[in-house]
């Protein structure tokens, strides 16, 4: 059974930084391209960053982060990250980790973890 | 980056179908074929009940279809039930980046 359990959110200030991890199991993780989408509360969902797979290492950034995230992954941990740097308040929101189908990040994500929440406030 | 338009609200009785609108662009929707689309009941996380235009994943009922024609992709939901009470949201990639649309709430009236 495919898993994903995020970790890492919590509460930061404006200007600060957090990194976000993705455990993954119950399937060859280095198979798939991964994703981050994220969703402000009471908001619809929004795409944050991807990464392929099969050792491609391609990474895509929203506009709206490009330049302070950057997403990686460790094949051989089976996990994903999200470091968040220079957050902002409108950088709120559950963030969750996403797995593509393919090796290609396509937008087509089949399964989703949890989210972990992050929150940045003052 | 602009987010695909969606209706923000759809209602149906049991029994009857419903389509939601997704329309984009030709830089995305129109120019590929990698349109999903997400179900997200309260509190839960999405998911994934479209992808690549037309396609059900394994355990989604065939009461789920989805099209697409030129830049507006579109799905259907026929037989509607109670638990398809949702939001709905399309999802398309866009070359170097994809895109959400807005989000529908669906309501079985």
């Known amino acids: 059974e495919v898993q994903l359990l995020e970790s890492g959110g919590g509460l930061v200030q404006p200007g600060g930084s957090l990194r976000l991890s993705c455990a993954a199991s119950?399937?060859?993780?280095?198979?798939?391209?991964m994703s981050w989408v994220r969703q402000a509360p009471g908001k619809g969902l929004e795409w944050v960053s991807a990464?392929?797979?099969?050792?491609?290492?391609?990474?895509y950034y929203a506009d709206s982060v490009k330049g302070r995230f950057t997403i990686s992954r460790d094949d051989s941990k089976s996990t994903l990250y999200l470091q968040m740097n220079n957050l902002r308040a409108e950088d709120t929101a559950l963030y969750y980790c996403?797995?593509?189908?393919?090796?290609?990040?396509?937008?087509?994500?089949?399964?989703w973890g949890q989210g972990t929440l992050v929150t940045v406030s003052s | 980056q602009s987010a695909l338009t969606q209706p923000r609200s759809v209602s149906g009785s049991p029994g009857q179908s419903v389509t939601i609108s997704c329309t984009g662009t030709s830089s995305d929707i129109g120019g590929y074929n990698w349109v999903s689309w997400y179900q997200q009941h309260p509190d839960k996380a999405p998911k994934l009940i479209i992808h690549?235009?037309?396609m059900r994943p394994p355990g989604v009922p065939d009461r789920f279809s989805g099209s697409k024609s030129d830049n507006t992709a579109s799905l259907i939901i026929s037989g509607l039930q109670a638990e398809d009470e949702a939001d709905y949201y399309c999802?398309?990639?866009?070359?170097?980046?994809?895109?959400f649309g807005g989000g529908t709430k669906l309501t079985v009236l």
């Open positions: 990464i392929s797979g099969r050792g491609g290492m391609n990474t």
């Open positions: 996403t797995r593509d189908r393919g090796a290609a990040a396509a937008g087509n994500s089949d399964y």
């Open positions: 690549d235009v037309n």
């Open positions: 119950g399937y060859i993780f280095s198979n798939n391209a």
């Open positions: 999802c398309s990639y866009a070359g170097s980046y994809t895109l």
